[in-house]
């Protein structure tokens, strides 16, 4: 009997401890680097993003504005996003395969504080309005470490912003029938999120923290700010923790 019990507490124990490797193994997973406009005269800018439970390939934009929501500039964009070319933009037959895509619902509160019309007069880069190399990347699949730089200094306030999305992730309010006849709307499901730190450079710190401030348009039809993320729920995991360090 008491080989019994010694033998259970042990698995007891041993379980315990599995989970928790388990756990740190999740934490000091390695993250991504991206280093994007080396030639900035700005600050150093960096942004570390530690994923979420629900982060499975999320497209995202990391920006700056003014502190009255003016865009200043691209930091980073998913190279997809920002040559309007996806690498599993359609099928063909039983594959997908790379080619132009229009994909408004992607990011479209960056897209439209860009600013940039294309000529089918949505405000997502295309061949002909893509954004410079100097700003763009490959899509990370694990947290990341951005390091960038401003093109040229920057106000003694600015904010940095980041809007990030995931294909498919549908929930019990963004159901995948609730704009049936919406094609855009069915790419994304819940609609992107939009992140913020405000940096104030008279009061510095070691970092700042940014924190979720509303959602995109569902579809990507305007570049409309919904403060009310209520409905969302697996969206708000994609991202554990973010912060911005300004050297």
């Known amino acids: ?54 982060f499975y390939y999320p497209i995202f934009a990391i920006w700056l504005e003014d502190v009255n929501g003016k865009y200043i500039q691209t930091l980073y964009v998913a ?4 040559t309007g070319y996806f690498k599993y933009a359609k099928q063909k037959g039983n594959k997908w395969i790379s080619a132009e895509k229009r994909a408004p619902q992607t990011l479209p509160y960056w897209a439209h504080k860009r600013g940039v019309k294309a000529s089918d007069g949505l405000y997502m880069p295309d061949a002909g309005s893509l954004v410079p190399d100097a700003y763009t990347g490959a899509t990370p699949i694990t947290g990341f470490v951005l390091t960038s730089h401003s093109d040229n200094p920057l106000p003694v306030k600015f904010k940095v912003m980041l809007e990030i999305n995931q ?60 403060t009310d993320l ?7 995991k994609i991202v554990d923790s973010v912060t911005v360090t300004i050297r």
């Open 230 to 236: 209520s409905t969302l729920t697996t969206a708000l």
């Open 1 to 54: 009997m008491n080989r019994i019990l010694i033998f259970s507490i042990s698995l007891v124990f041993g379980a315990c401890s599995t989970g928790s490797l388990k756990k740190q193994s999740s934490a000091q997973e390695a993250k991504t680097t991206l280093v994007t406009n080396t030639q900035g005269k700005g600050p150093e800018i960096v942004v570390d993003l530690d994923k979420g439970e629900s």
């Open 167 to 226: 294909n498919w992730d549908w929930n019990e309010y963004w159901t995948n029938d609730k704009f049936p006849d919406n094609e855009n709307y069915k790419m994304s499901c819940q609609p992107a999120l939009v992140y913020q730190a405000v940096i104030d450079t008279n009061e510095p710190k070691d970092s700042y923290e940014m924190n979720p401030i509303g959602h995109s348009h569902y579809s990507g039809e305007t570049g409309e700010l919904f």
């Open 79 to 82: 190279k997809s996003v920002g």
